[in-house]
């Protein structure tokens, strides 16, 4: 086991060394190999000299990162991007811990049913409350001070668990997205609440957490958090952080009625048990702070509401059927998985019931149908479409034409398969298509496939499917373009060729990614030239922003030092080219929703009719942190914000959030 500790840090040098001092006297097993990621998150004291000096006293145990964006999620999600270990715990910057501490809250990841841990935490041994503060019982304020402990019993647990001592798998992070950085402590703010709310979205996806209580974690309090004006502040902020998370209801004057049902509620409470709060002073300063609470997440809701107005419905849901293919792409992971885990997939009737409120969301979008090859699941693939045509919904899919290749099932593709079909080809030469797709003869059957569709089609014509070949462009065959085109649109006479150009290869998980590091380098001026005449020869209508781009983004890779990691990449394109984020919902295979394929922003748990609108009017913090992405897949014909042709743009349907 690898572990990676993660301890952000802003302003507090002086707790920082206590702190380091405490982790670094860990005691750990000699077979797990474990590290400190100390995060500087743009500190203005000596922070940086203090961990400097603890990195001479200690070469290869402790790490200095310097983040300059304000913000601890920030601040979190680049130190989960910088670590390549198995398991990510977390701790704080004014804490101690004893030597087992570490050892104990990540032991029992080993064993494979547990998805996190967390520890207990506890205030610090001169912690003395003042008279109006309830640290346990019926007005227990004690969370605010980081307050944890969940008793003597090592088990599971059933709420979140706090930052300060906790850890999972770094899977998770990959497979449910990084923390929320709408949330969490920026600067003197005290919206919070990154930690639990990436705790609940494991529990609700269905992820098990453990609690281990030999895991301590001492966290003092400072003089200035036993003020009742620290607490009412605090409190009013944990209202604005959890109205953020919340969906969205019918409003009252712009105000989630639910807001005004909860207060009302904690006013009936505290009028018939007027007399014990009234006289306890830590009854009274608890009724104090849940009106706080309430008036936070009145305030946050109205701006919220204010905000958003109009909502423009999105125009794709990608939905997937598989994870596996039985082609070996180099520029593709998928013939690597497998679908082992497909009992813990989506179940139909689930996924209908997603189908069901996207044609309500967006009577005007398409879905498109996604896998390692989605053809090797028929009665899956089929079932989507047939619901999908039920529903006066469009259905799209890209496949790799193997799984057509007779009469019967073309014409079943255009009888009752998608509306756009698009098939894969690398190139118009037998050769490089079977090199680069890993199986000899996948050219013929793909164009194979391409021909019987077409034919189907024309015994079928009242059916409009249309007939792409999607392609793929890089080193090999950017200079053959012209008789690339010429083989789709005169020979095969498919009603378009679709470029997709070269990005960090699908999938991949390794540090190096070889086919990107050694097929992106291309004569630009040659590719924008051969471009533009493909465009004047078979009067393509191409839009100039779109090829504006194109060439913007060969020259981003041309200027990056880091092309040869692929996803793990730092640099990016010049220009921001995405958009996923304002057309997108991507669902995977176990019903968690996105708004692009990264694994790098938050996903959402869809459990009931309902969650679909709730994650799209509720992922602003997602949008505002995906417009500053500019990673090179924002290339693809699935997120790029300029299309290739120049068309009339279908009618985008627009809605009052709810």
């Given amino acids: 086991m690898k572990i990676t500790l993660i301890l952000c840090t802003y302003n507090r040098d002086q707790s920082l060394a206590k702190a380091l001092d405490s982790v670094l006297a860990s005691r750990l097993p000699e077979s797990v190999e474990w590290e400190i990621l100390v995060v500087d998150n743009n500190s203005s004291d000596q922070t940086r000299e203090v961990v400097k000096r603890y990195c001479c006293q200690h070469p290869g145990r402790l790490r200095y990162m310097f983040v300059p964006q304000q913000g601890k999620s920030y601040a979190l999600n680049a130190a989960l991007q910088e670590t390549r270990a198995d398991v990510v715990a977390f701790t704080d910057d004014d804490v101690t811990v004893d030597p087992g501490w570490l050892r104990n809250l990540t032991a029992p990841l080993e064993d494979s049913q547990w998805a996190g841990c967390a520890g207990r935490i506890r205030l610090g041994q001169d912690f ?30 059933t709420r979140a668990p706090f930052g300060a001592n906790m850890a999972f798998r770094k899977s998770m992070f990959e497979k449910y997205g990084n923390f929320r950085t709408d949330l969490g402590r920026n600067g003197r703010s005290l919206i919070g609440n990154e930690d639990t709310e990436f705790g609940k979205r494991l529990l609700a996806a269905g992820e098990r957490l453990c609690f281990v209580p030999s895991a301590v974690v001492n966290h003092p309090v400072s003089p200035e958090r036993l003020t ?33 049902r909860q207060l009302k509620r904690k006013l009936q409470w505290m009028s018939a048990m007027s007399r014990r ?23 946050e809701a109205w701006r919220k509401r204010k905000k958003m107005g109009m909502v423009e419905a999105p125009s794709f849901m990608f939905v997937h059927v598989n994870q596996r293919c039985n082609l070996r792409c180099q520029h593709c992971i998928f013939w690597k998985q497998n679908d082992s885990d497909r009992t813990n997939y989506l179940s139909w009737p689930r996924k209908a019931e997603i189908l069901r409120e996207f044609a309500e969301l967006s009577p005007d979008g398409a879905v498109v149908i996604c896998g390692g090859e989605s053809m090797l699941d028929l009665d899956d693939y089929f079932a989507i479409t047939t619901e999908c045509r039920s529903l006066a919904i469009r259905s799209i899919s890209v496949i790799n034409g193997t799984r057509v290749q007779h009469s019967a099932i073309a014409d079943r593709m255009i009888v009752e398969g998608p509306n756009e079909i698009s098939v894969s080809l690398n190139s118009h030469l037998e050769s490089t298509h079977d090199r680069t797709r890993g199986v000899a003869g996948s050219f013929n059957k793909a164009v194979t496939a391409l021909r019987l569709l077409l034919e189907a089609r024309e015994r079928r014509r009242e059916q409009k499917t249309r007939i792409y070949v999607m392609g793929l462009i890089y080193d090999e065959n950017y200079r053959e373009l012209d008789a690339f085109y010429d083989f789709v649109l005169n020979d095969i006479k498919a009603d378009k060729l679709k470029l997709n150009f070269l990005q960090p290869s699908f999938g991949w998980d390794q540090p190096i990614d070889p086919f990107f590091a050694q097929h992106h380098k291309m004569d630009l001026d040659l590719l924008v030239d051969t471009i533009r005449k493909c465009d004047q020869k078979y009067k393509l209508n191409l839009n100039p922003i779109w090829l504006q781009q194109v060439g913007m983004y060969f020259r981003s890779l041309k200027a990056a030092s880091d092309v040869h990691l692929g996803w793990g990449a730092k640099s990016g394109t010049a220009e921001h080219i995405c958009n996923t984020y304002k057309r997108n919902i991507m669902v995977d295979l176990y019903g968690n929703a996105s708004l692009c394929f990264s694994t790098l922003f938050p996903r959402f748990r869809l459990s009931k009719f309902g969650d679909l609108r709730h994650f799209w009017e509720s992922a602003d913090h997602i949008r505002g942190e995906m417009m500053q992405c500019n990673r090179f897949c924002g290339i693809s014909h699935s997120v790029r914000r300029e299309s290739s042709t120049l068309f009339p743009n279908r009618p985008k349907r627009s809605y009052a959030a709810a």
């Fill in 128 to 157: 003395l409350p003042p008279r109006w503060l309830a640290v346990s019982g019926a007005f227990n304020l004690g969370g605010s001070l980081v307050q944890f402990d969940e008793g003597d019993n090592e088990g599971e647990l």
């Fill in 228 to 260: 009742k004006r620290y607490f009412r502040a605090y409190w009013f902020s944990l209202g604005r952080s959890d109205a953020r998370q919340a969906g969205n209801r019918l409003p009252l004057w712009r105000i989630p009625l639910r807001y005004l």
């Fill in 277 to 299: 709060w009234f006289l306890d002073p830590q009854g009274r300063f608890f009724c104090e702070t849940l009106l706080c609470y309430t008036a936070g997440e009145i305030l």
